[in-house]
């Protein structure tokens, strides 16, 4: 899932590809991820990269999960394929799935200061904010993503086996 490393930024300069930073997001600021950062830690860049690989992963949990509601998908290879290939349609909803992972790291710090403590609890409901409008922004993606045309199809979907599609009647 390297498409994913880097894409979403920490702040506005790092933001390049995606347009999107985790300072945009509800009290996150540069000083809250630096005073939530691990003593044993130098800077906050390995921390920051443990939060994005535990974000990206859960969100190839998640996204193929919520996919194979519309399809089913047989190999995990094509599911990262159409990640990757459909990467800035589901840029709002991994956005909301970092921040929410970032909530995580802060509710469970080591460090003791306001962030880490008295904000505690905001941190906790920001994290379900955060973990709410990402199922939404992602269940709204998914239909938006056109299998038919998809580089990551190698034959025909009826011929292939790979990918079928499922269809579903209230």
Request: with cysteine; aromatic share 8%; glycine share 4%.
């Amino acid at each position: 899932m390297d498409c994913l490393k880097g894409y979403i930024g920490i702040n506005s300069v790092s933001a390049e590809q995606s347009g999107l930073c985790l300072t945009a997001l509800p009290d996150i600021s540069v000083i809250s991820i630096e005073k939530i950062n691990p003593d044993d830690m130098v800077d906050y860049t390995e921390m920051m990269a443990n939060v994005e690989m535990r974000a990206i992963l859960k969100f190839r949990t998640l996204f193929t999960i919520e996919f194979n509601r519309c399809f089913k998908v047989n190999k995990r290879e094509i599911i990262e394929c159409i990640i990757c290939e459909n990467k800035a349609l589901l840029s709002v909803a991994l956005w909301y799935l970092f921040g929410a992972e970032l909530m995580f790291e802060r509710i469970n710090s080591t460090r003791v200061n306001r962030f880490t403590t008295i904000d505690k609890i905001k941190a906790q409901k920001l994290r379900l904010e955060f973990e709410e409008t990402f199922h939404s922004e992602l269940a709204a993606a998914i239909p938006g993503i056109d299998i038919e045309s998809s580089v990551c199809i190698e034959t025909e979907l009826e011929h292939s086996g790979l990918i079928s599609v499922i269809y579903t009647l209230p």
